[in-house]
């Protein structure tokens, strides 16, 4: 079974990664939220922190996202409509978000029934020991289908991770240090 997934390395560069991850040192943060019957807080399912950064550096980063639609496009086999808005989020040790999809019927958030395109950029490296990464565990699993294996990215400084809205998958927990990342989703079209 192949998976319909979008894998660009170097989508933003080392430097670029490091001002995200300052511009994120800088900004205020709250509790990631979870979309089910109701948008809510349960660190029970997820744990990270949803970050806003500045305008400026958050609006560059989303015309970044804009150029790469043509080639999420080709790698999921659909056309894709406007983006959501990015957001940032920063897993903590011991942060971890269970598998969930992100498209679904919710009704205090109606747009998350339109997310055709999941959308990740590693802001951060993942080591298995932490000794020559940022942290340690934090791995994004894809859970293709009940016959398909489960995909595991190991996050890298700039690399882009694009797969559909309705694909089951997690962020393992986090056993050291910060994981740090940008997110996006493309609606239908």
């Known amino acids: 079974m192949s998976v319909p997934l979008l894998i660009e390395p170097a989508f933003l560069s080392p430097h670029d990664c490091v001002r995200m991850r ?3 040192d800088r900004g205020t943060d709250d509790p990631a939220e979870i979309a089910g019957e109701e ?6 399912i997820r744990r990270t922190r949803s970050i806003e950064i500045d305008t ?3 609006e ?3 015309r970044r996202l804009d150029l790469i639609r043509p080639a999420v496009e080709r790698a999921l086999g659909r056309p894709l409509g406007d983006r959501e808005g990015c957001g940032f989020l920063r897993y903590p040790s011991g942060g971890f978000y269970r598998t969930h999809r992100d498209r679904a019927p919710v009704a205090g958030w109606p ?3 339109r997310r055709a395109a999941s959308v990740v950029v590693f802001l951060n490296r993942s080591d298995p020991d932490a000794a020559t990464g940022d942290f340690a565990g934090g791995l ?8 398909g294996k489960p995909v595991e990215i190991r996050p ?3 690399l882009l991770v694009a797969f559909p809205s309705e694909m089951l998958h997690e962020v393992l927990p986090v056993r050291s240090g ?8 493309f609606y239908d079209r």
Do not use: K, Q, Y
């Open 111 to 113: 747009d998350a029934a």
């Open 156 to 158: 890298e400084p700039g």
């Open 22 to 24: 300052r511009a994120m």
């Open 178 to 185: 910060v994981r740090d990342a940008a997110v996006d989703w």
């Open 39 to 44: 948008i809510a807080r349960r660190n029970t």
């Open 140 to 147: 994004l699993c894809l859970h293709p289908g009940a016959r």
């Open 56 to 58: 400026s550096l958050r």
């Open 60 to 62: 560059w980063f989303e």
